[in-house]
């Protein structure tokens, strides 16, 4: 562990992240104007699904995503052919980030059962034939980063021993380290399933995936210092965002309430034999986090338990059974669609809702 926080704090990480906001400089434009829009959450799903099936990283899967937004947003397909596309963009994604002996191999590919779901063999051909589609699109270039190649990054210090939690100081940073990994992880899957997130900096949304992530564990300041210096954002920066992650987490949490209050005797069985900690609800509107970055907070109403070990739910919520293949067409020009990115619309509006769920809001830690 001493080697690793070594390694994030010396010059070669430095110039990996300088080179990587240099390169997020030249992203290609997004403009979502593709018509099928309505589909992408689903392929978003079945490329995350595939990637957790062979442990792929995170950059992985993120990279093969935001190369199906790129291919959307400038071709029209077939529901079909997007099957197709979406998974060349996880391989192409899986070969940049990943070992050779990572690589999904043709053959398991075919094996898997959602395959025979959607009515699709691979062919070496077939497949061949499409990276070099994907390839052409992106004139060969592969390197671009997303949300996933910055948070490691930011989560090197975003826990540190001057941070306090509720006002009160910090005996031992373990388990916030653990929970903050946890969260960050969470909140950097919520801005997977969404396109607008794709009109902010992909380093903006890691840095706001960290600070929502200290809003929500109650670690005050909120955005020290220490990690405006090292991403080059302000809390105000970062508030259009986080107001988007905090509005997706409040969801999840009241819809995870829901559950348990519905199902009282099974929550407490599973309860059993693990040990819990109190946790600070966090299911107010988000409207009074946001201008909190270095107040401490009140103690809201205790919630249900999280247990050690516990981790995030699947934030996939739909097999790939249930999607209706609508009237598509050949690959051509895509016409543009009103589809507005700005940074101001609220996430409710969408058309489907993260279904990531946490069985409370955050914990609290020993002090």
């Known amino acids: 562990m001493e080697l690793e926080d070594q390694w994030w704090t010396g010059q070669l990480a430095a110039d990996i992240y300088q080179s990587l906001r240099y390169r997020e400089l030249k992203l290609p434009l997004y403009k979502g ?36 937004d790129l291919f959307m947003d400038r071709y029209e397909a077939t529901v079909q052919q997007l099957h197709m596309v979406s998974l060349s963009c996880l391989l192409l994604a899986s070969k940049f980030e990943e070992r050779e002996d990572r690589v999904p191999k043709l053959e398991t590919l075919n094996s898997l059962g959602c395959m025979s779901s959607m009515n699709l063999v691979l062919t070496k051909q077939s497949l061949l034939h499409m990276e070099l589609l994907l390839l052409g699109t992106f004139q060969w270039n592969l390197y671009l980063p997303t ?11 975003a826990v540190h021993e001057e941070d306090l939690h509720d006002g009160w100081p910090m005996t031992c940073l373990e388990k916030p380290k653990l929970y903050m990994t946890k969260y960050a992880d969470y909140f950097l899957e919520v801005s997977l399933q969404d396109h607008v997130f794709l009109c902010f900096a992909p380093s903006l949304v890691a840095a706001a995936c960290v600070a929502t992530s200290r809003l929500v564990l109650h670690l005050c300041p ?32 009241k819809e995870a309430n829901k559950k348990q209050c519905a199902q009282p005797g099974q929550q407490q069985q599973q309860q059993q034999g693990h040990t819990t900690f109190h946790s ?15 107040m401490q907070y009140p103690q809201p109403a205790p919630q249900p338990s999280l247990a050690p070990n516990h981790r995030p739910a699947s934030y996939l919520s739909h097999p790939t059974t249930n999607l209706q293949p609508p009237n598509g067409s050949q690959l051509g020009t895509t016409q543009a669609i009103t589809t507005s990115l700005d940074p101001k619309t609220n996430i409710p509006n969408r058309a489907y809702q993260v279904s990531m769920h946490y069985t409370c809001a955050a914990p609290c830690f020993d002090r």
């Not at 990283?57 to 199906?68: I, K, S």
């Not at 949300?147 to 210090?157: D, K, T």
């Not at 220490?226 to 969801?251: F, G, M």
């Open 33 to 68: 104007q593709s018509p099928q829009l309505n589909l992408r959450q689903y392929f978003a799903d079945l490329i995350a699904i595939i990637s957790n099936r062979f442990g792929l990283c995170p950059a992985a899967r993120h990279l093969a995503v935001y190369l199906l």
């Open 147 to 157: 949300a996933a190649h910055f948070i490691e990054y930011y989560l090197s210090i």
């Open 222 to 253: 909120t955005w020290p210092p220490r990690l405006q210096r090292l991403a080059d954002y302000s809390w105000e920066n970062l508030v259009p965002c986080a107001e988007k992650l905090l509005i997706a987490h409040d969801s999840d949490v």
């Open 280 to 294: 600070s609800g966090q299911t107010a509107t988000v409207a009074p986090y946001l201008h909190r970055s270095c």
